[in-house]
């Protein structure tokens, strides 16, 4: 009779036979998670774009002077006039710049570039169509529409 020996451990063929399971489901899946990630990303471009704006309009309100919310191809900011501060020009930047394409990897387009906020808290716009911001990244794209009056729609 042949004493049992313990067998501790995974063959060479075991080993080799999980790891292509496990490739094969990162190979499948991987695209998903990457697409997952830039649908998020435009997502939350979309939600800053929206908390700047309420931060702008409660500066507004709180100040009692207008504030104009700018874009531009890759970041978003706020001034606002009369000056307060010492310097040359007519407004004030309050608050930081925010660099959508930097935190988001988005590009920004908004029609027109700025919408402006009076001391009540309400949009003063040439038009009442207001300004529609579109965020883009790797042919996803989300919009915010800021109405005339300063309604927000996504």
Known sequence: MTPKT?????TLVEALIVLSVVGVLLAIGFPRIKTALIKSSVRSARSSVITLYNQS?????REGRSVT???????AWTTASPRRSAGTGSCDTVGTARKLNGLYGV????TPD???IDPRGLGI????????VLLARAGYHDSVLISGYGRVSK
Do not use: E, N
């Open 6 to 10: 313990k067998r501790y451990g995974f």
């Open 57 to 61: 309009r409660a500066r507004a309100i």
């Open 69 to 75: 919310l700018r874009f531009t191809a890759d970041s």
């Open 107 to 110: 590009t920004v387009t908004a």
């Open 114 to 116: 700025s919408f402006r």
């Open 125 to 132: 716009q040439p038009s009442t169509s207001g300004t529609t």
